[in-house]
């Protein structure tokens, strides 16, 4: 394995921001992650997998690890008959091509997760979401390296924490994810959840699982700008929870404001509405922008700076916050 020193890390962000790595590794097993582990153990660690949630704003100074262990076992023993499916797949397997995986075979359960860019390692540190579906709700277990130790440590589903765009991953520095385990169904009925997804297969009678991940598909390229043609980290701030009385104020105003009341009594709502109406839709400012048909996400329209991306959100959240005093923080990593 080849270590890099100084090595620019602007292809491996989908922001397209400038920054180097004090060193670069990409280890293709588990005993090479754990060479560079022992190779390095004072340096500061990043683990990048498909770079779609992450910026930068200044070099990082430490070991950038991008792994490319790969590979997908069915565990499952009998052929047809189990209801039950467990598939084993390694942290730098592409989403996508795995969704597309099971959605061939009639493996249920990560369907409505379609066209979400990034490695299957990366989907647990966020609990990737979209259309009423999250990957909690599949995920078995997570197999990870502790970078200090170097030994493997294996978390249940609960021992996770998963929580809205969040997991135990997401706040500790600690782990690197080698493996994820599914739980997928072999029998798929469709129940409607989310309006937009019901609304793109209504004139299906009974919508097969390939027909809601075409419709998602559909959906996604319509509303989500293609990070390889405008770069972006998709949703950048999470949707905001409030109490039942700040949406009551709000609403009397804004009657429209979307509302979605929580099973602890606090209220969902939707960041992108309220960009939207703090006069941030389709906003450009120098090389930076929210996107024209969906104002959660930021697009980059030529710059390398990450700064610029700060500064911009910045001024999305003091828009927000001077509106409706709501503070939107941000889903996306900024290093
Ligand atoms: N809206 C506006 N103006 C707009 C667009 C949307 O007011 O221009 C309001 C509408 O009221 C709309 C609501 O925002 O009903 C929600 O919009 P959308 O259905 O597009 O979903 P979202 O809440 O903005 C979330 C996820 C997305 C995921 C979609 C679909 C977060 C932070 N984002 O967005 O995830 O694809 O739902 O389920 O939870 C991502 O995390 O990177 C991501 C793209």
């Known amino acids: 394995m080849d270590y890099y020193r100084q090595s620019s890390l602007k292809n491996y962000n989908s922001f397209k921001t400038e920054a ?14 754990r060479q560079c582990l022992s190779d390095y153990p004072d340096e500061k660690k990043l683990i990048i997998g498909g770079g779609c949630n992450l910026f930068f704003t200044k070099d990082f100074d430490g070991l950038v690890i991008h792994p490319q262990i790969k590979g997908l ?16 797949v390694n942290a730098s397997e592409d989403w996508d091509e795995f969704v597309a995986y099971c959605v061939e075979r009639g493996f249920v359960g990560i369907e409505n997760l379609s066209l979400i860019p990034g490695t299957v390692g990366a989907a647990p540190i966020q609990n990737i979401g979209a259309y009423g579906a999250e990957v909690k709700d599949v995920i078995r277990e997570v197999v990870a390296i502790d970078m200090e130790t ?5 978390f249940s589903n609960v021992e996770c924490e998963f929580g809205y ?20 169904k072999r029998t798929f009925v469709y129940t409607p959840k989310y309006f937009d997804l019901n ?3 209504e004139d299906i009678d009974e919508p097969t699982i390939k027909d809601v991940r075409d419709a998602v598909i559909r959906i996604r390229q319509r509303k989500l700008p293609d990070e390889k043609v405008l770069p972006n980290a998709g949703s950048f701030f999470k949707n905001p929870y409030i109490t039942q009385e700040k949406a009551d104020k709000i609403k009397a105003d804004f009657p429209e404001l979307p509302a979605f009341l929580q099973k602890d009594g606090s209220i969902k709502t939707s960041a992108a509405f309220l960009i939207d109406r703090a006069g941030y839709k389709g906003v450009r400012v120098g090389d930076i922008g929210t996107y024209p048909y969906q104002p959660l996400i930021i697009v980059n329209y030529g710059s390398s700076n990450g700064n610029d991306i700060v500064r911009f959100k910045q001024e999305i959240q003091k828009a927000v916050k001077d509106t409706f005093d709501i503070e939107l923080e941000p889903e996306v990593r900024i290093f």
Request: aromatic share 8%.
């Open 20 to 33: 180097t790595a004090k060193i670069f590794c990409q280890p293709t097993s588990v005993a090479e992650l």
């Open 150 to 154: 170097g030994e493997s440590v294996s």
């Open 165 to 184: 765009r969040d997991s135990i991953f997401k706040r500790t520095n600690k782990y690197c994810i080698i493996s994820v385990v599914f739980h997928l």
């Open 199 to 201: 609304k793109e297969l």
């Open 73 to 88: 076992r069915e565990i499952s023993d009998d052929e047809e008959e189990d209801e039950d499916i467990f598939l084993e």
